[in-house]
Nanobody, 127 residues
Framework: QVQVVESGGGSVQDGGSLRLACAASGETYSTSCMGWFRQAPGKEREGIAA????????YYVDSVKGRFAISQDNVKNTVYLQMNSLKPEETAMYYC????????????????????WGQGTQVTVSS
């Protein structure tokens, strides 16, 4: 079993920045694909970034490229999501997820590729 816990959410103004953290514990050796998703009310959960913690490959959805950066601290078993130039439409609950094995370019953005999920952290961007 793997547990993931998100932190770092909050309220910012349009154009502001936040850094989310995802701490993994338990049998983390079995999971090497860590992803960030977000879900706004009434919308589907959307994959926004992922990192293969063994190979270092990083993946982003087009809408966040150049503004968001995913990184890892293997000593702390923590993955970070630095979010810059945030927009009001990016207000959502942000979730971290861990997938068995490594990331795949064809599946990293799909919820079914992940096996363990955190409870989420709220991000609110006001205009």
């Amino acid at each position: 079993q793997v547990q993931v816990v998100e932190s770092g959410g909050g309220s910012v103004q349009d154009g502001g920045s936040l850094r989310l953290a995802c701490a993994a514990s338990g049998e983390t050796y079995s999971t090497s694909c860590m992803g960030w998703f977000r879900q706004a009310p009434g919308k589907e959960r959307e994959g926004i970034a992922a990192i293969d913690t063994v190979r270092g490959n990083k993946y982003y959805v087009d809408s966040v490229k150049g503004r968001f950066a995913i990184s890892q601290d293997n000593v702390k078993n923590t993955v970070y999501l630095q979010m810059n130039s945030l927009k009001p439409e990016e207000t959502a609950m942000y979730y971290c997820a861990a997938g068995l094995g490594g990331c795949s370019s064809g599946s990293w953005g799909f919820t079914w590729a992940y096996h363990y999920w955190g409870q989420g952290t709220q991000v609110t961007v006001s205009s």
